[in-house]
Nanobody
Framework: QVQLVESGGGLVQAGGSLRLSCASS????????MGWHRQAPGKQRESVAT???????NYAASVKGRFTIARDDAKNMVYLQMDSLKPEDTAVYYC?????????WGQGTQVTVSS
């Protein structure tokens, strides 16, 4: 079983920055895609950013240019650098790892952006 543990969430003012980290209990080099999703109260979970094993990245339109995803397979980590945060970025952020038909999720970390 794979365990993903997120950290780095917290309270920040609008315009500020946070860096989320996700530590995997299994080598991340085995995952085809890793990513970050978020879920705000009363809303569906949505994809924020993904990165393939080859380093190809994809971002939601709402965060493009502000968020940067990176993975370090040597450390079994994936990161999400979030800059120019907005109140609408407030949500629980989840780390996700996918390999063929299997998908794994972390427990989530709360990000709150105050106006």
């Amino acid at each position: 079983q794979v365990q993903l543990v997120e950290s780095g969430g917290g309270l920040v003012q609008a315009g500020g920055s946070l860096r989320l980290s996700c530590a995997s209990s299994r080598s991340t080099s085995g995952f085809n895609v890793m990513g970050w999703h978020r879920q705000a109260p009363g809303k569906q979970r949505e994809s924020v950013a993904t990165i393939t094993s080859g380093g190809t990245t994809n971002y939601a339109a709402s965060v493009k240019g502000r968020f940067t995803i990176a993975r370090d397979d040597a450390k079994n980590m994936v990161y999400l650098q979030m800059d120019s945060l907005k109140p609408e970025d407030t949500a629980v952020y989840y780390c996700n790892a996918r390999k063929i038909m299997n998908a794994y999720w972390g427990q989530g970390t709360q990000v709150t952006v105050s106006s």
